[in-house]
T-cell receptor, first 113, second 111 residues
Framework: GAGVSQSPRYKVAKRGQDVALRCDPI?????LFWYQQALGQGPEFLTYFQNEAQLDKSGLPSDRFFAERPEGSVSTLKIQRTQQEDSAVYLCASSLAGGETQYFGPGTRLLVL | GENVEQHPSTLSVQEGDSAVIKCTYSDSASNYFPWYKQELGKRPQLIIDIRSNVGEKKDQRIAVTLNKTAKHFSLHITETQPEDSAVYFCAASTGNNDMRFGAGTRLTVKP
């Protein structure tokens, strides 16, 4: 079946621009996670949804970062007024239920100039 | 919260040799420990996982061991092949959607 998909795969933004990153989880997966992966580092947790409820957003680095999953399937991570330090790969993962294996999307590589 | 440390950060082995990557975790409530392989520019892919009710799990050339008392777990790859070259990440979770990852190990297998 189809895995987790993300779009766009690459995004170049000028400093100060807003960006929106999309994640399509595996159909039927209840849990959805966003991670930020800096070059040469492991995925760093940003936020977690169970269906449409955002249950943990403790990893969001600032109030410029906002995530939503209004219908409990597709999720969008929005970054307002992008800064150079936001440059990273943003990974989305989904799992069937809490505590289960997470399956990752290919990521969106964001470059802020 | 959970803190996962991973060593070494880079590892180079000759084809056919074994490779071992070690991780420690801080939260004694953690009970699920997956390992992911990430090739350059690709998504992390699960290669093996272990739950806290067992001490070892093996899948062909890959094995994972867990020591709950010491709070560490290890990935063992035997008979390494060039296609094993990638970055490997360990992770730990209590099962409450709180998975945290190590910083990764870049494995290079020289032909």
């Amino acid at each position: 079946g189809a895995g987790v998909s993300q779009s766009p795969r690459y995004k170049v933004a000028k400093r100060g621009q807003d960006v929106a990153l999309r994640c399509d989880p595996i159909s039927g997966h209840v849990s959805l996670f966003w991670y930020q992966q800096a070059l040469g580092q492991g995925p760093e947790f940003l936020t977690y949804f169970q269906n449409e409820a955002q249950l943990d957003k403790s990893g969001l680095p600032s109030d410029r970062f906002f995530a939503e999953r209004p219908e409990g399937s597709v999720s969008t991570l929005k970054i307002q007024r992008t800064q150079q330090e936001d440059s990273a790969v943003y990974l989305c993962a989904s799992s069937l239920a809490g505590g289960e294996t997470q399956y990752f999307g290919p990521g969106t590589r964001l470059l802020v100039l | 919260g959970e803190n996962v440390e991973q060593h070494p950060s880079t590892l180079s082995v000759q084809e056919g040799d074994s490779a071992v990557i070690k991780c420690t975790y801080s939260d004694s409530a953690s009970n699920y420990f997956p390992w992911y392989k990430q090739e350059l520019g690709k998504r992390p892919q699960l290669i093996i996982d272990i739950r806290s009710n067992v001490g070892e799990k093996k899948d062909q050339r890959i094995a994972v061991t867990l020591n709950k008392t010491a709070k560490h777990f290890s990935l063992h790859i035997t008979e390494t092949q060039p296609e094993d070259s990638a970055v490997y990440f360990c992770a730990a979770s209590t099962g409450n959607n709180d998975m945290r990852f190590g910083a990764g190990t870049r494995l290079t297998v020289k032909p």
